[in-house]
T-cell receptor
Framework: AQSVTQLGSHVSVSEGALVLLRCNYS??????LFWYVQYPNQGLQLLLK??????LVKGINGFEAEFKKSETSFHLTKPSAHMSDAAEYFC?????????????FGSGTRLQVQP | DAGVIQSPRHEVTEMGQEVTLRCKPI?????LFWYRQTMMRGLELLIY????????DSGMPEDRFSAKMPNASFSTLKIQPSEPRDSAVYFC????????????FGPGTRLTVL
């Protein structure tokens, strides 16, 4: 089975500060990892994904994430927060162990950006 | 492409009524997923289809819930009878067979059962 743990259901940062959202996963096979963002009253939008190859992945809106196999982590970062980054962020894992081709999502982290 | 389309965007109904949610996946996508999102339980996978065939419905809460995919461009999620605890946002997502499992989500249907 696969699972995702997002540390911190709420994170608050000041505008211009570093954003760090934490994600740890569990998987018995090499996983694919994803970060999605959800703005109020909208669906989920893909921010970035890791499949194979380079472990530092860059996404939209200046976000990036690094896959660390030894730490089973896939933390999301952005050097400088913007007010428009306020949203809920979901980490997800896909590991085709039993033929199940579905994502398992974490519980989400709500990011607040203070002016 | 128009993306994943869901209708209605909002639905308010009374307990005991039948509710039907609709989804049109992105053209050419082979997989379709139904999720439910609540404050208490987060984002839950209800069921998914591959080439119109239900593959895993283990997340469907109970027999009151049913889902169909009569063709590659349309799916429904039906709740009969509805209960207040079914109030949630229901998302549909689709993806291609090939590739790294990237799912594309619709805008969701906000269901309120009074």
């Amino acid at each position: 089975a696969q699972s995702v743990t997002q540390l911190g259901s709420h994170v608050s940062v000041s505008e211009g500060a570093l954003v760090l959202l934490r994600c740890n996963y569990s998987s018995s096979v090499p996983p694919y990892l994803f970060w999605y963002v959800q703005y109020p009253n909208q669906g989920l939008q893909l921010l970035l994904k890791y499949t194979t190859g380079a472990t530092l992945v860059k996404g939209i809106n200046g976000f990036e994430a690094e896959f660390k196999k030894s730490e089973t982590s896939f933390h999301l970062t952005k050097p400088s927060a913007h007010m428009s980054d306020a949203a809920e962020y979901f980490c997800a894992v896909s590991a085709d162990v039993t033929g199940r081709r579905a994502l398992t999502f974490g519980s989400g982290t709500r990011l607040q950006v203070q002016p | 492409d128009a993306g994943v389309i869901q209708s209605p965007r909002h639905e308010v109904t009374e307990m005991g009524q039948e509710v039907t949610l609709r989804c049109k996946p992105i053209s050419g996508h082979d997989y379709l997923f139904w999720y439910r999102q609540t404050m208490m339980r987060g984002l839950e996978l209800l069921i998914y289809f591959n080439n119109n065939v239900p593959i895993d419905d283990s997340g469907m809460p109970e027999d009151r819930f049913s889902a169909k995919m009569p063709n590659a461009s349309f799916s429904t999620l039906k709740i009969q009878p509805s209960e207040p605890r079914d109030s949630a946002v229901y998302f549909c997502a689709s993806r291609l067979e090939q590739g790294p499992d990237t799912q594309y989500f619709g805008p969701g249907t906000r269901l309120t059962v009074l």
